[in-house]
Nanobody
Framework: QVQLMESGGGLVQPGGSLRLSCAAS????????MGWYRQAPGKQRELVAH???????NYADSVKGRFTISRDNAKNTVYLQMNSLKPEDTAVYYC???????????WGQGTQVTVSS
């Protein structure tokens, strides 16, 4: 069972930056997509960004130009660099790994990001 270990959340002022990391506990199939979702209180979980093993990315409109997703395939790790943070970015951020050949999806435990002055 693949486990995803997230780190990097915290409290930051508006306009600040944070970098989230998510490492898979073991080597994963090459054909996969890693991504970040978030869930704010009272709202549904939503996609923030994802990246496939070839490096193709997709972003939610609300974070385009501010967030950058990247990955290190050798380390089975995905990163989310978040700049120009806004209070509306406050949420629990979840790492996700989808392995298409297995039709399996794995989730991290979530990390809290709070943007407040």
């Amino acid at each position: 069972q693949v486990q995803l270990m997230e780190s990097g959340g915290g409290l930051v002022q508006p306009g600040g930056s944070l970098r989230l990391s998510c490492a898979a506990s073991e080597s994963i199939f090459s054909n996969n997509v890693m991504g970040w979702y978030r869930q704010a209180p009272g709202k549904q979980r939503e996609l923030v960004a994802h990246i496939n093993n070839g490096g193709s990315t997709n972003y939610a409109d609300s974070v385009k130009g501010r967030f950058t997703i990247s990955r290190d395939n050798a380390k089975n790790t995905v990163y989310l660099q978040m700049n120009s943070l806004k209070p509306e970015d406050t949420a629990v951020y979840y790492c996700n790994l989808y392995i298409s050949i297995l039709s399996k999806s794995y989730w991290g435990q979530g990390t809290q990001v709070t943007v407040s002055s």
